[in-house]
């Protein structure tokens, strides 16, 4: 898509770091009035309008105060102090896109004077969490959290004037239509770093599975635990970050070594999957799950369940297994086949790296403009 200074510009709001790629492919597209954002600017090239979100800094330091003794009102808080700063910032936008939560009331006005409101999620519809995920947390005797009323009530209404829904993968997209979101919906499939993440020596000789993130309850690791236990053979697993009481209780007659690694920072997480054999995210709810591609990239194959969205990458690959979501049985035969079939192990391993390499962040920026191109501009 070629850009063109009569285009309307596109203000784009985000505090995640892998916004900074849509910001980049808008940008050379010509689309990009302002990137409005926190944190550093890695990777910034040059003239990319990039303005720090003032409220930003203030935000991270209340919200951690409040949260610990209220969650809720720190979302509210934070949510509510963005789209004040927003109100001021963006109101005059033509296209308003902005990460979910984050710019009701600024929405509310960029749609009443005639803009184009585009809503980017970085989770399943919460409705759809709270029966679903909810039903597998209940299992492992996790009691789902769900977001406050007045939160799922100015969701609802964000979702509701979007003019576009943009989701992490098509799974993720796929929880807004059945919970009846009217807006047109779409899944852009993230990308990732194929030079910060590449093969690196040679995997463990013993199979060495690692599990990866937080919010291990919701990531499944109560059914790894289980699937584990089920193997005739032991392995060793991985686990980033430290025990809690959860993990603590689930590994608890584990057979094999389980070693916690400790909080692990995202530059060193190569050396982490240079150190497995092969990545398990057996999640109940994962809109995308980066570290998926990250581990492709990086010459590991990958197992995930059905209810991660970046399962779709596998399709018509042999660099992975997909699984149904809190199924340990199903689980425990995939991993007893790579215990015990290396050439499985190793066919695998071989393709990782050659389907990572399909998903570059420079892809996902040419499928967000596609998609700007076909739900956007017209709107214009």
Known sequence: MNGSVDRPPVTLVAHLPYYRHAATALHRAGLLHRYLTVG?????????????????LSVRALGRTIARRWPPAANWLRARMVDCELLVRARDSKVLHYLLGLGEATGRVVHGRGGVVVCDTRSPHHAWSATRTADLLRRDGVTWQNPAAWNLRRFDRELARADLVVCPSEWAAATYRKCGVQSPVVGVTLGCDLDRFRPVGEPPRRLTLLFAGRRRPVKGFATLARALKLLERPVDLLVTG??????????SGVPGEVRFLGEVPHRRMAEVYAASSVLVLPSYEEPFGLVVLEALASGRPVVVSDNVGAAEVLVGTEAGWVCPAGD???LATVLEKLAVDPDALRGATASAREVAERWS???YG???????????????
Do not use: H, K
């Open 366 to 380: 040419s499928r967000l403009l596609d998609v700007y191109e076909e739900y956007v501009l017209p709107l214009l």
């Open 242 to 251: 430290t025990p809690d009481r959860w993990t603590s209780r689930w590994v």
């Open 361 to 363: 962040w420079d892809a």
């Open 328 to 330: 340990a049985a199903a």
């Open 40 to 56: 550093a600017r890695r990777g910034q090239e040059d003239g990319e309008p990039w303005e720090s979100l003032y409220t930003g």
